[in-house]
């Protein structure tokens, strides 16, 4: 079973600052996702990266899969109060693309 | 709104019970997924159907089963409930067999006393 690790495990921010949160693993990842989890509701898929060097925006969220694909990145400009949650990044691996491995998350909280 | 429902939103039950979580899928989805969700564990991969039929297995504990039915959706048994059960549980839906990007419901809440 493939590894992830999300960092930070928290952070605490005022509204308008920028931040980045990392999910890496020792082996390559086929693909990767991030997903957003608030509190009370289920994951909500951002993203889906496949290719080494990707990059994708959604809106004020920056995406980055890293060229050797074993570690990605999430940049949030300008930090809302609604950006609040659990961000979540995972990978399918094994006999099953549809056996999704996450990691510990990030709980992201931004203060008004 | 994914979609994807599960009843009951909560459940209280005591050590030894059985408990039984249900999942219907977004509309046109054959796949359906279970995990868990806990503070020391994160969120886990329990199991996969697709279409009725079992595709993939998790660290799913034998006290736990689970089936899907031939209107698609699903069903999770949870018996000889023990006290570490307690954790949200998640079903997830996908239109492809084993596809990794799912649509979560919005849980369960179990909590064993």
């Known amino acids: 079973t493939q590894l992830l690790e999300q960092s930070p495990q928290f952070l605490s921010i005022q509204e308008g600052e920028n931040l980045t949160v990392y999910c890496n693993s020792s082996?390559?990842?086929?693909?990767l996702q991030w997903y957003r989890q608030e509190p009370g509701e289920g994951p909500v898929l951002l993203v889906t990266?496949?290719?080494?060097?990707e990059v994708k925006k959604l809106k004020r969220l920056t995406f980055q899969f890293g060229d050797a694909r074993k570690d990605s990145s999430l940049h949030i400009t300008a930090a809302q109060p609604g950006d609040t949650g659990l961000y979540l990044c995972c990978t399918a691996g094994g006999t099953s693309y549809g056996k999704l491995t996450f990691g510990q998350g990030t709980i992201l909280t931004v203060h008004p | 709104d994914s979609g994807v429902t599960q009843t009951p939103k909560h459940l209280i039950t005591a050590t030894g019970q059985r408990v039984t979580l249900r999942c219907s899928p977004r509309?046109?989805?054959?796949?359906v997924y279970w995990y868990q969700q806990s503070l020391d564990q994160g969120l886990q991969f329990l199991i996969q159907y697709y279409n009725g039929e079992e595709r993939a297995k998790g660290n799913i504990l034998e006290r736990f089963s689970a089936q899907q039915f031939p209107d698609l959706h699903s069903e999770l048994n949870l018996s000889s409930l023990e006290l570490g059960d307690s954790a949200l549980y998640f079903c997830?839906?996908?239109?492809?067999?084993?596809?990794?990007?799912?649509?979560f419901g919005p849980g369960t809440r179990l909590t064993v006393t």
């Open positions: 082996s390559v990842f086929s693909s």
């Open positions: 509309s046109g989805d054959l796949s």
């Open positions: 997830a839906s996908s239109a492809r067999d084993g596809y990794y990007e799912q649509y």
């Open positions: 990266v496949v290719t080494g060097g």
